[in-house]
């Protein structure tokens, strides 16, 4: 692989499986992970969404730190709105203490979530307009700067936690490059905007502090397999899956009425989600990522996979058997 390879963990709960069954499935998948060379794991911020597990995603993050050794481990992200700057620079800070040099924090500003999600979060409508200012806010906290006079976070303070901008917008491309920060893009399910954006990331940032050079992180969607007919299989479940996910809110729809919904007009937003989507055995997924990487302008990309069971973990071990420049 041409660029060093991360890992996007979505702590899935599967069709009769628990949280428990998910977390057991992220340690797992972090200590291979660690073995076989990736570069970072990142566990999501998502509320109220009953097959994934990674709500408390500090939390999350230190039990798989607890059980590894050297990857790093981080947020991709945080929703910054959805807290007070000074408790994730508190959490944050607290992580980087007890496994130094491990952590990464990536901030995004969507709230993770529902409308109604938003309102039990106490969350405003209006608070993703703070989103700059909340991020040097947390920054300066985590620096030992703070913007407060007479506030530090303890745990915190100096610990320098890096920083990453996520997005699926102009936005963020532009906001990471006025800091001088890491910018992710989520191309793993919003495709639309990525080379304008990191163009324009490209083209506007000034380093800083943290960064002296821009640094792009691009999402995708993998699902390597023994054969490409099992790995078909596969993408054509998690599909199915997500299709049942967006519209059959009774749990009644077969893989027959999923099918017929991304036929259909209404379901074309939902493989438009997978347009970047390697698929097949090791050597063509890989092929996939070398180009990929290269249309994306990515100096880094993270994977993530929808397939279910033991696939879901043969998919990051294939991959990494064909990734002779994994750990680079």
Known sequence: MSVPLSILDLA?????????????????????????GYRRIWYA?????????????????????AHT???????????LPNHAPLTIAEQFGTLETLHPGRIDLGLGRAPGSDQSTMRALRRSPTSADSFPHDVLEL???????????????TPGKGTNVPLYILG???????????LGLPYSFASHFAPNALQDAVAIYRREFRPSAQLQQPHVIAGVNVIAADTKAQAQRHFLAAKRSRAKLLFDRDGIFTDEDADMILASPVGQPVLQMTKYSAVGTPVEVKAYLDGFAEHAGADELIVATHASGEAWLRSFELLADVSELLAA
């Open 168 to 178: 699926s917008s102009l936005f963020g491309a532009r906001l990471a490059a006025a």
């Open 45 to 65: 911020e998502h509320h109220n969404m009953a097959t994934i597990a990674s709500s408390a995603t500090s939390v999350l993050i230190a039990h798989i730190a």
């Open 139 to 153: 920054q300066g906290y985590l620096t030992g700067e703070t913007r407060i006079p007479g506030v530090e976070a």
């Open 69 to 79: 050794h050297k990857i790093r481990l981080g947020a991709g992200g945080i929703m």
């Open 12 to 36: 899935h709960i599967h069709e009769g499986g628990t949280a428990r069954d998910s977390f057991d499935a992220s340690v797992a998948l972090a200590q291979r992970a660690e073995e076989w």
